[in-house]
């Protein structure tokens, strides 16, 4: 992290320039808490209440959410966007967001089991990896319901198109999903960080959690067939979400 290193050089050149620090993840570590800091900008009550915990005042944390991307304020034409990539607005569209890096794997028997299905498509988005992106293009080339393509500018068009999205939990493709409503499937979150912010929204029954591929596609079946589980995920998505994070982090800077 820099801000140890922001610390360390505000104390030994006596610089009186504030430091801020905003944590993009809906869980917290000690090493997040920096002498020297004059405020921290959290996604979460719970993260506050952490943060306390460390000897951090009160008056030092704003609960202001994780900001991300004006273009997830943008209103999507499901329809039209589908369309475009010929793609039925009629089938149920899975998104499965490997990461900028395409760094999400395993799930290749997982697409198998939807390549022609009638009523399901699915779109995955291989980021810089294009190795994955060529492999996946080539396994696939004969099934028409699966898109395959590599980083995209457009993800706030995806989510909002999408019925369900595949994922690793990271923070600000959590707070994307919030933003668009997009039910989420945390697909085998690693040991840290993603763990922690994966049992936050599993906890707070705003997201599912896969360990592997049977309780991958149990979950898309239960989400696919079940508008009770979606309509509960979207409403408490609806109620934790602050579109407005960066403007009050700016405000609070300024």
Known sequence: FPTPVLSLIKKELKLNIPIHTVITDYCAHKNWVIENTDTYYVATEELKTYLISK???????KI???PISNSFKIQTDRTAWLKRFNLSPKK?????ATGAHGSLKGFRSYVKS???????????V???NDELRHKLKNDFKYADNILI?????????????????????????LTE??????????????????????????????ALVANNKIEL??????????QTIIHTIKSRMRKIRNQRAAESIIANIL
């Not at 149920?92 to 499965?96: D, G, H, N, P, W």
């Not at 085998?188 to 707070?204: C, I, L, R």
């Not at 596609?217 to 067939?225: G, V």
């Open 92 to 96: 149920e569209t899975i998104l499965i």
């Open 217 to 226: 596609r149990q979950h898309t079946e239960s989400l696919l067939r079940n």
């Open 177 to 206: 999903a919030l933003a668009t409503e997009t039910p989420v499937i945390l697909y085998k979150p690693t040991p840290g960080q993603e763990f922690e912010n994966a049992m936050y929204f599993h906890d707070k029954k705003m």
């Open 149 to 173: 393509i590599g980083y995209s500018k457009s993800m706030n068009h995806w989510m909002s198109s999408s019925d369900i999205m595949i994922t690793k939990p990271g923070g600000i493709t």
């Open 126 to 128: 291989c980021g810089r």
């Open 114 to 124: 939807y390549a022609n299905h009638e009523d399901t498509q699915i779109v995955i």
């Open 55 to 61: 000897n951090v005042s009160p008056d030092m944390i």
């Open 64 to 66: 202001t959410g994780i």
